[in-house]
């Protein structure tokens, strides 16, 4: 098998003949992979990942592509941010203010430009992007141009709902809105779902292997919100999202993105069509347990903990790590190794050459 088939073999549950590795390192970690590895072109490369991400312009993090998205640029949208900014500031595709300070690194501080609004007169009258207008084809080569060297495309869909519009609205006024039954919240998560579904199927019909879709819906030790709000705001509208994949493609695999203890929302995802779940982050859930629970139909991405295994762990600890949850997991796979998010500036690369050694030596 070549890398992609090896890796859709894995979350298939197939079996699998070489343990996948794949990570995201942050700015400084890729300095220092440079430096180590002067001749190397990517580290994606250099550790032969199985897959390449595509990022979706929609996406509320996306910088990359905002080229796509022209008239955003023409757009004065300190307008809606009357507080101002006291450093550098970024707007994506979707009007929202990204504040990097001095010492930020590669965090920042997010605006939010419907917060002030009161009315729903006000809420139809902002800018929203309009992807109708998005010439795809740049994103559709780049899709051809990955699957022909042998691997697998990854679109970058997170955010797909419920995190774009807190990240418009602020969480708490969101809240609000949906325990008020607000029609400011119906309109702005249907406009968010209807642009996310339109968007979902330009990928599937590109042939995309993946689509990595989320929202983080859990705290570190707890759901955010109570299972019925869950089921009743933004399940019916992922399935929507969802459905629009599956129509078009029935084999594309979907990946859920949901850092935190999500256990309780583990079955809905699975009910309307989640194929695998990231990261079962280790601070906030068993792997074992989620595993026994519901590891006979979904897969997984993730496991090894970002926040105390790989920036404060040893290398022995990682390798063992990698073991046991591969272990776990089986021969018949149905787990990509990987670590729950960015590799921050903390982790120490022997801890991250560790990661790799581990998945190497396994099949050994």
């Known amino acids: 098998m070549n890398l992609k088939e090896n890796l859709l073999s894995v979350y298939h549950r197939k079996g699998y003949e070489k343990v996948p590795t794949g990570f995201i390192l942050c700015p400084s970690l890729e300095n220092e992979f440079k430096h180590r590895y002067p001749e190397a072109k990517s580290y994606q490369?250099?550790?032969?990942?199985?897959y390449r991400i595509v990022?979706?312009?929609g996406f509320s993090w996306n910088f990359e592509n905002l080229d796509m998205l022209p008239d955003r640029n023409t757009i004065n949208w300190h307008q809606y941010y009357p507080e101002g900014f006291q450093y550098e500031v970024k707007f994506d595709g979707w009007g929202i203010a990204h504040e990097s300070s001095p010492n930020s690194m590669h965090m920042t501080k997010m605006h939010h430009p419907l917060k002030d609004m009161s009315s729903l007169v006000e809420f139809r009258a902002y800018p929203w992007p309009d992807y109708t207008k998005v010439d795809f084809t740049p994103i559709e080569d780049k899709i051809k141009e990955v699957q022909k060297r042998g691997l697998a495309v990854f679109i970058w869909f997170e955010c797909t709902i419920w995190e774009t519009a807190w990240y418009l609205r602020g969480m708490e006024n969101l809240m609000v809105d949906m325990l008020m039954e607000d029609e400011k919240a119906t309109y702005l998560l249907d406009l968010?779902?209807?642009k996310a579904c339109y968007r979902a199927k330009i990928f599937a019909k590109?042939?995309?292997?993946?689509?990595?879709?989320?929202?983080?819906?859990?705290?570190?030790?707890t759901i955010m919100?109570?299972?019925e709000m869950y089921r009743h705001?933004?399940?019916?509208?992922l399935k929507k999202v969802i459905d629009a994949v599956k129509t078009e493609n029935p084999d594309i695999l979907i990946s859920y993105h949901s850092c935190g203890y999500i256990e309780p929302f583990i079955n809905d995802l699975i009910e309307i069509g989640v194929d695998i779940l990231n990261p079962v982050q280790p601070e906030c859930m068993d792997f074992k347990e989620i595993h026994q629970k519901y590891g006979d139909r979904i897969s997984f991405n993730g496991t090894i903990g970002t926040q105390k295994l790989m920036p404060y762990g040893t290398p022995e600890e990682v390798q063992a790590e990698v073991f046991r949850n591969l272990d776990i997991a089986g021969k018949k796979g149905g787990l990509f190794c990987c670590p729950t998010h960015l590799l921050e500036p903390?982790?120490?690369?022997?801890?991250?050459?560790?990661?790799i050694k581990a998945c190497h030596d396994y099949m050994i």
Do not use: S
């Open 233 to 237: 705001w933004l399940k019916p509208r």
């Open 346 to 355: 903390e982790v120490p690369w022997e801890n991250i050459e560790a990661y």
């Open 55 to 57: 990022v979706d312009p």
């Open 192 to 194: 968010i779902t209807e």
């Open 225 to 227: 919100f109570p299972e």
């Open 45 to 50: 490369d250099h550790f032969n990942f199985p």
């Open 206 to 221: 590109a042939g995309a292997d993946i689509i990595g879709m989320g929202d983080d819906i859990g705290t570190q030790e």
